[in-house]
Nanobody, 121 residues
Framework: QVQLVESGGGLVQAGGSLRLSCAAS????????MGWYRQAPGKQRELVAT???????SYADAVKGRFTISRDNAKNTVYLQMNSLKPEDTAVYYC???????????????WGQGTQVTVSS
C-alpha cells in the first residue's frame, strides 16, 4: 500500500498564494504519475494538474498560468504552487498517484485524504 498525506491548505485572500505538498510513503513501491484534483461543494471532483515520472506536465485550463505542479522524486513528494488564487479555486484538494508495489506487474491508484483550500473575496 501507498499512503499519501497532503499539507499546506488553508484560508487565503483572493490574489494570494498557497503551496500544497503531498508525501507518499509505504513499503516498497514505485511512483509513476502524480497529480492534484479538487472538489468544490456540490460539484464533481476535477483534475487540476498532473506530472509524470519523467516530468511531463498537464494542467486544467482554469489554472493554467497560475498553478505549477512539481515533484521531488527523492522525497516521493509532489507539490502544487498556487498563485493568483480566486474564490472559485475554493475546494478540497486531493493528491493522487499511480504506483506499483514490489515486483508486482500491476499499477494502482491511490488518493490522499484531502486538504481544504478556501479563497475569500
Amino acid at each position: 500500500q501507498v499512503q499519501l498525506v497532503e499539507s499546506g491548505g488553508g484560508l487565503v485572500q483572493a490574489g494570494g498564494s498557497l503551496r500544497l505538498s503531498c508525501a507518499a510513503s509505504g513499503s516498497t513501491f514505485r511512483l509513476y504519475a502524480m497529480g492534484w484534483y479538487r472538489q468544490a461543494p456540490g460539484k464533481q471532483r476535477e483534475l487540476v494538474a498532473t506530472i509524470t515520472s519523467g516530468g511531463g506536465l498537464s494542467y486544467a485550463d482554469a489554472v493554467k498560468g497560475r498553478f505549477t505542479i512539481s515533484r521531488d522524486n527523492a522525497k516521493n513528494t509532489v507539490y502544487l504552487q498556487m498563485n493568483s488564487l480566486k474564490p472559485e479555486d475554493t475546494a478540497v484538494y486531493y493528491c493522487n498517484c499511480v504506483a506499483s508495489l514490489g515486483d508486482r506487474p500491476y499499477k494502482y491508484i491511490y488518493w490522499g485524504q484531502g486538504t481544504q483550500v478556501t479563497v475569500s473575496s
